[in-house]
Every structure is written in C-alpha cells, then in structure tokens.
DNA sequence: GTCGATGCAAACGTTTTGCACACTG
DNA sequence: CAGTGTGCAAAACGTTTGCATCGAC
C-alpha cells in the first residue's frame, strides 16, 4: 500500500479541465455521472472565487445553499471531480489538503513561521523539473505538494544573528 | 492558528545536527532535558539505519526492545529531538510524516504512482531557492516536504498513448 | 526532593467506509 | 426501472493532550 496516488497527472482519462460548472457536469454525465444538486453547488463553490479551500471550507459553502449535504459527499464529489481532471488537490504543510480547478494550477510557497500561502507560477520549477527528469528520469507534478520555507518577514523575526550555512 | 511550524531551519536554538546517540543525549541534557531509556533506545533507531521511518515505525523499533513505551512518548520524544536540530521530519505525499537525522538531510521525490521514494541532494532545489528567495524573499527548506511526481516506470505503464497538449 | 518524562486513555481533526434510502436518467 | 448518489454513523488514521505516577539528577 502507497496510498500516495489519487489523480494522474497526464489526464489519462480523456477529460480535463472544464471552463465552467456546466462543462463540468457535462464531463460527469459523460462518465456515467448523475447531475445532483450536491454536485452543481460543489462546483459553483470550486468555480466562484478560485482560492484555495479544504474540504472542509467547502462543504460549509454547500451547505450554506443546502444544509443537508453531508462532508463525506463533499469528499466523494471533490475526489470524482478530481478523477475527472476539473480540480486538483495540494498539500500545504500540515493543514488538510485544499482544493482548486486544474485551470487555475500553480505552485505552492508556504511559509512554515506565519503559514502564509504565495502562489506561484509553475515555472518556478522549471529548473528543478528538467533536473528531476533528467538525472532520476522523474516528473515533477509542481502542482501537488507545498514548497515549505520562511518569508521574509519570518526571518526577520527570528533569525536576527542566525546567518544560516 | 496556522499549525504549520514546529521547527526552526536555521536552529536558533544553537544546538543542532548530533553525530551519535551519545551526543544527542547529551544534547539534551544541556538542555535540561533527562536521559531517559525510551529517549536513548529512540535515538538508537533513528541513529540506526538511517532511512525515513514513521513515528509508528520508530515506535514498532523502540518496543521491540521496551514493549512499555507508549506512541505518545515516541511522539513527544520525536517533537524534542527535532527541536534540538537533531532530526528533521518531512511530509511525503498522504502517509504520515517520517522522520531522519538532520545530519543525511536531503530532499525527496515521491512518485504519486507507485509511492517510490528517492533521497536526492538538495543541491537539487538549488534554481528553486535561488529564484523563490528573489522573487518572492521566500527560502526554501529543501528538507520539510517531499517533490511529487511520477517516475519512469509508473509513466511508462500509463501513458502509452495519451500525448500531452 | 524537585522537576521532567512516562503510560494510559481519551480526544482531536481529517478522511473513508458500509449501509439503506432517495434520486437521476 | 436500473443504477448512481446521498445522508448518516461509525471507524480509520495520525497525532495531541490531561492527568497521575514514575524516574532522573
């Protein structure tokens, strides 16, 4: 057991990235999919405001439009739609992870003093990618995980004589 | 609550990488800490066979030789040493976290497929730190997260076919 | 003797699961 | 109607905490 895989970076599936909430209910009829309201309002939430939200965030949102719909369905709507290929997941540090539309893929700076999020272009990892690939024929996925660190200010508050080596 | 911080890159605390079981000991004695048999067996696992083991890895290991300690003490036992500089701990992916002297730093690729875990030198993310730290005054801790991705064979085994676009 | 560490059990936060019922198509 | 999605409750998982006791120095 790895446990560490749930989406395929690559989109096997054929799907992808939807544009909106329709398309993205279009994509999950085209599995085999149902369209609940459960389902739509999950993904007005993932496409209204495309910050990054738990789980748990989300499912507040819902449940603001629909009290009766229950965490675990949120969990078992976000991972279809990941499946699909219309979000992503990331973990950031120790807190839950959070999800966003694949359209809106970046990467993570996370800040381990103040837990401040920086979003970043992927091409940050451009070097460390080609590297990767290169010499341990490895494909990052700049995506789905946090680069942990300390922003500056975090620094300052701290390390005033800490020259670090 | 940001949750995200339990130690120090940097190790203000003056104290840092210990190069045997002794030495952190000692370490943590200097620090007011006391010579425990939980605390000295813990620091022989880790010391021993140095790759990355959960807190229930290290916990399996200690009872093996003291059937009484408690996960929790191999919790807090892990939480001090790593305050002290002596191990670090890295999130690899979904599983828990796992935990290695501070001493073998190095960063992680974690294949999302298969779960395959490659130790590589953080010289790695040198490109990464440089262009984090002067574009966003981020640094980066190479050490506290692990870099998913997908290695060759797990690429191989999927994307016969599926071209990316 | 003092103060820190430990065992235990229980709680925590996040996520997963089994099941019967409700709903979509 | 067939089959998928849902709510619920409970469990799983990794980790933390309160407390009384035990142990190191």
């Known amino acids: 057991m790895v446990g560490v895989s749930r989406s395929q970076p690559g989109s096997p599936e054929g799907a ?22 459960s389902r739509r309002l999950l993904l007005r939430a993932l496409f209204d405001g495309q910050r ?8 507040a949102e819902v449940q603001a ?3 009766d719909v229950h965490p675990s369905t949120i969990y078992r709507n976000l991972d279809e739609l990941e499946r699909l290929g219309v979000i992503v997941h990331s973990h950031l540090g120790h807190g839950p992870a959070t999800y966003h539309l694949a359209s809106s893929a970046h990467g993570h700076l ?6 401040t999020m920086l979003e970043v272009p992927s091409d940050l990892f451009g070097e460390l990618a080609r ?3 290169d010499q341990f024929d490895f494909v990052v996925d700049p995506h789905h995980f946090a680069v942990l660190g300390r922003c500056r200010t975090c620094r300052e508050q701290e390390g005033s004589g800490t020259d670090g080596g």
Chains 1, 2 share one sequence.
């Open 65 to 67: 439009q629909a009290p």
């Open 131 to 133: 590297r990767a690939d």
């Open 16 to 37: 992808g990235p939807a544009a909106s909430v329709d398309e993205a209910l279009a994509l999950v009829r085209r599995h085999g999919g149902r369209v609940t309201s």
């Open 110 to 115: 996370v800040c381990e003093g103040c837990g």
């Open 52 to 59: 990054h939200r738990s789980a748990e965030e989300l499912a």
